[in-house]
């Protein structure tokens, strides 16, 4: 199928490339205006009891967490009459403004010390912008600008969620760019090394060029339908510039080893597009069925992801196998011109280090694999003490705005009044409000509770120490039914003692049905989200990995190691991550970042679906190319041999380059970019290294002829279903039993 393709191609060459250049205009002109498309959050279960005490809070009292901070700082004590009058008309002045839901103030609340700092110079406004995230994000733009710098006297800083989105969005955009400026002269020097030739290094790039605003285009198509998270603009356009490059790396490679060996240019696309080209396509699969895994999750935040992964790899595949041909056709025996350096003839297999490294790996199996394994081991140990977190202000810079607002909102005001639990009792009718004095008594007694306001008063200690206070602090529906409750902590929300606090005020009996939202119990959900979810994503991967790579070879062990490698692999990647960005270790490697002692928690599931992708994508390069060896010789070991020294320099060349591309992500500004970049790089260097030029070998070579086998039921499916690039016999699978490799029995 994909010979007749290429020769469709090659025949309306001219045509593809028209069409091709029409799409990129397109995609530059609607992609362009991506940007203002994106969305702001989606880290929370949309279906948890957090969220729909949330919905209830904005819809029903048209209240909620305060999502606007205002710090608020004096030369005089806050106290000072002047400082006060300026505070509070600040405070009126904000509560006028167009979407404002509530404000208070430590002017306007009666000066409650938990808005006080305690040296006595700073003060807080709280205030919460209504709407969407989307809504709130766009007001938040218009609206802080207004309230940050010197006014009548006072020093107004400006933070909360809401700037904290505004200041992720315009950091990731920042970051992109840096990015793209980082990765583009790198590349070109890289493939400039590996092909030697002006010409074939920019075919790569040729079609990365494509690929891009091609991203841009799938990104802005999706935002029509759904939302998505603008941090997928930066994995997504790392993701297909990386693909697009290794596809195209793969074919280039084999159509310029066609030529040398005597095919004119028609055949040798063919041949390229028959092997890698089939090869790119199952790759492509793959990857997209690792990201599929994604869509079981409640996030948005994950599922945009799996939403523009999946179109971003799809674009990627069909510009290495529609537009590459045509271009091929076009350049011919060109691909080799302005050479740096008099490119040699296609080595014999049996040359090369590639060669010398598999030949050693299978003649000591076991000590050299034995020692990657013990090596990736001691990588995983970091692993095994992982804490998760949600992302709050500390993942931007240490140098930004809102991150400095929070810093000394955590460091003068430990009440945590701007991030308080809220109890909603949805149901409580107008006559048992009074039935919450007890309910709200019992709440203050619970560990690390500083204080609880309800329709009935303040409590603190066990103790009504006030008496219930202005509008802001009614706490009642305006109509119908409904109450809440206001817990404030002394506690990190995604610490165990915050989350041990949801679980307590959760337990807590209560007069009527409660549902208990605030930063603690979002975390709560969205971590309870992820373990159910989790188990469910693992088996779509597995599973439909599984019968993919028994199809491509018809064996049953194959799959099974190539899943439990990819396992070892990851872990060990997460190992690392932790070691760097929850204990702190190593900061000079990734640059400034504030390390919580956590890892956010929706990260790894993100980095797992990806990397498990490009590590099966590395999987089937090399596994195809042993298979075509199998095929043509029937010898196990001198196949392995064969088929690592053939794309050994192949895919260290491609997972150098991919490598690079998530590894410039680590210049972002933004803590979590800088974790998946990491990551992302670590994972598929040690997957094309450790994993693909000793491990893969070196159990080939102890399983034997047990490689290929299969029992009989399934050899038959395969025989009927299986996919297979060459019409050639299949040999028989043979027992493991001893080969000579290099003149000595091994």
């Keep these: 199928m994909l010979t007749r393709w290429a020769a469709l191609v090659v025949r309306r060459r001219l045509l593809v490339l028209l069409c091709t250049l029409g799409f990129v205009v397109l995609a530059g002109a609607l992609g362009g205006g991506v940007l203002n498309r994106l969305s702001a959050g989606g880290y929370d279960d949309s279906s948890s009891s957090s969220a729909e005490a949330s919905a209830i809070l904005a819809e029903r009292f048209g209240s909620g967490e305060a999502n606007l901070v205002l710090l608020v700082s004096s030369g005089a004590s806050v106290d000072d009459p002047a400082t006060a009058a300026a505070a ?282 034995g020692f990657v394994v013990v090596l990736l081991l001691l990588l995983v140990t970091p692993f095994f003490h992982i804490k998760f977190g949600l992302a709050d202000d500390r993942v931007l810079p240490p140098s930004a705005p809102a991150h400095q607002v929070s810093d000394a909102i955590r460091a003068q005001f430990p009440a945590r009044e701007a991030d308080p639990l809220l109890v909603v009792a949805p149901d409580l009718p107008a006559t048992g409000v009074q039935t919450l004095d007890g309910y709200a008594t019992e709440l203050s007694r619970l560990p690390h509770v500083a204080r609880v306001d309800a329709p009935t008063g303040s409590y603190a200690g066990g103790v009504r120490v006030a008496e219930p206070s202005g509008p802001s602090q009614a706490f009642t529906a305006p109509r119908g039914t409904g109450a809440y409750l206001s817990v404030l902590s002394t506690v990190e929300p995604y610490s165990d003692d915050g989350r041990a606090l949801v679980r307590q005020v959760r337990d807590l009996p209560a007069p009527s049905q409660v549902l208990v939202t605030g930063s603690a119990a979002r975390f709560v959900d969205t971590m309870s989200a992820l373990k159910e979810r989790m188990p469910y994503a693992i088996a779509i991967i597995v599973v439909t990995t599984l019968i993919l790579l028994f199809l491509l070879s018809g064996s049953l062990l194959m799959p099974i190691k190539a899943i439990v490698l990819n396992m070892l692999s990851l872990t060990a990647t997460f190992g690392a991550m932790v070691y760097v960005f929850q204990d702190g270790h190593l900061g000079w490697l990734v640059g400034d970042f504030t390390a919580t002692g956590t890892i956010i928690a929706t990260v790894p599931v993100l980095a797992f679906c990806i990397a498990f992708g490009l590590s099966m994508d590395y999987e089937v390069f090399l596994f195809s190319r042993i298979h075509e060896e199998y095929l043509a010789t029937g010898d196990n070991t001198r196949s392995v041999i064969a088929g690592v020294a053939r794309t050994g320099r192949l895919i260290t060349a491609a997972a150098l380059l991919v490598a690079m591309v998530f590894a410039s992500f680590v210049s972002s500004g933004v803590t979590y970019v800088k974790l998946l970049g990491l990551g992302m790089a670590l994972a598929v260097l040690m997957d094309a290294t450790l994993i693909r030029g000793v491990l893969v070998p070196a159990l080939m070579r102890l399983a034997g002829g047990y490689n290929w086998w299969a029992p009989a039921p399934l050899r038959r499916i395969h025989a009927r279903f299986g996919i297979s690039e060459t019409a050639s016999p299949r040999v028989a699978p043979k027992p493991a039993e001893p080969v000579r490799v290099g003149g000595a029995a091994s």
């Excluded at 991203?215 to 941090?231: E, I, P, R, Y």
């Excluded at 890698?276 to 599929?292: D, P, Y």
């Design 88 to 369: 509070t008309s600040l405070s009126e002045r904000l509560g006028r403004e167009q979407d404002v839901a509530w404000v208070t103030s430590y002017w306007t609340a009666g000066r409650p010390a938990a808005l006080r700092a305690g040296d006595g110079r700073q003060a807080l406004v709280l205030a919460r912008i209504a709407g969407t995230e989307d809504e709130v994000l766009k007001r938040v733009k218009t609206l802080a600008p207004d309230y940050r710098g010197d006014i009548d006297g006072l020093r107004v800083s400006v933070g909360g969620s809401a700037q904290v989105a505004d200041e992720l969005n315009e950091q990731t955009a920042k970051d992109l760019a840096k990015a793209e400026a980082i990765i583009g002269p790198i590349t070109l020097v890289v493939l400039l090394i590996v092909f030697g030739s002006l010409v074939a290094a920019a075919l790569p790039l040729a079609i990365a060029a494509v690929a891009i605003p091609g991203t841009f285009l799938v990104l802005w198509l999706l935002t029509q339908a759904t939302d998505v998270s603008f941090l997928a603009l930066n994995m997504t356009t790392g993701l297909g510039l990386g693909l697009a490059i290794d596809y195209s790396l793969l074919i280039v490679s084999r159509y310029r080893d066609e030529l040398a060996l005597g095919q004119d240019v028609s055949g040798a696309i063919g041949t390229a597009m028959r092997t890698a080209g089939r090869t790119v396509l199952f790759s492509a699969v793959t990857v997209a069925i690792a990201l599929v895994g994604l869509l079981v999750f409640p996030l948005y935040f994950l599922r945009s992801f799996a939403y523009a992964g999946i179109g971003v790899t799809v674009l990627a595949a069909a510009t290495a196998l529609i537009v590459l041909p045509a271009l091929l056709a076009y350049i011919g025996h060109r691909v080799d011109r302005f050479r740096l350096w008099r490119r040699r003839s296609v080595r014999p297999v049996e040359s090369g280090c590639w060669h010398r490294l598999a030949t050693l790996v299978s003649r000591r199996p076991m000590l050299t694999g």
